[in-house]
C-alpha cells in the first residue's frame, strides 16, 4: 500500500462517519407529526431554529455524500490502476 492508498482509505473512513453522526442528528420527518398530535407548546421561534438546524444538517449530509462518493470512486480507479 502506498501512502496516497492509506489516506484516501482513511479519508473515507472520517467521511463516513461524518455522515452517519449527520443522519442520525437530523430529526425525523414524523417528528412534526408527533408534536402536532400531542399538542407540544412549540413558539413560533423554537420551530423556526429547528428546521434551521434540520436544513443546515441536511445540506451539508447531502455535500459531505457527494465528497464521500468522489473519493470512493478515486479509490476505485486507484485499485483498477494498480
Do not use: C, H, P, Y
Amino acid at each position: 500500500m502506498t501512502i496516497f492508498e492509506i489516506i484516501v482509505g482513511s479519508i473515507i473512513l472520517v467521511l463516513a462517519l461524518v455522515i452517519i453522526a449527520a443522519i442520525l442528528l437530523q430529526e425525523g420527518r414524523r417528528a412534526g407529526i408527533n408534536g402536532a398530535i400531542s399538542g407540544g407548546a412549540d413558539t413560533f421561534l423554537s420551530k423556526n431554529k429547528a428546521r434551521s438546524v434540520d436544513a443546515f444538517l441536511s445540506r451539508w449530509t447531502k455535500v459531505i455524500a457527494i465528497v464521500f462518493m468522489l473519493f470512493v470512486v478515486l479509490a476505485f480507479v486507484l485499485a483498477m490502476l494498480k
